[in-house]
């Protein structure tokens, strides 16, 4: 089912407060940072993708605070994997 822009927006906002935290310990603090970037412009941009809604349900599982943390740490990786992929393809938009 296609995302809605309500849904959408929601993702969005809650990339922005708590992104940072689903991504701690993850890497060194400038990848991270380019990873909390490509992931917030996925969210709104990223609708041509073949896996738009997998990931959009990584993101949302990732930022669900109230599943113990451990507990979404396979879904986290994945999401990471994902944005590291997307970074490193010269033919994916924000590419470095």
Not at 5 to 22: F, H, K, M, N, R
Not at 49 to 57: A, K, P, W
Not at 59 to 75: E, G, K
Request: proline share 4%; glycine share 6%.
């Amino acid at each position: 089912m296609e995302p809605t822009d309500d849904y959408i927006g929601y993702l969005q906002q809650e990339w922005s407060i708590s992104g940072a935290l689903v991504l701690r310990n993850h890497g060194v603090g400038s990848d991270l940072e380019a990873i909390h970037e490509c992931v917030n412009s996925f969210i709104v941009n990223g609708r041509q993708d073949q896996e738009y809604e997998l990931i959009l349900s990584r993101i949302d599982h990732s930022l669900n605070l109230d599943i113990p943390f451990a507990a979404t740490s396979t879904v986290r990786e994945s999401l990471i994997s994902t944005a590291r992929t997307k970074l490193k393809d010269p033919l994916y938009p924000h590419a470095q």
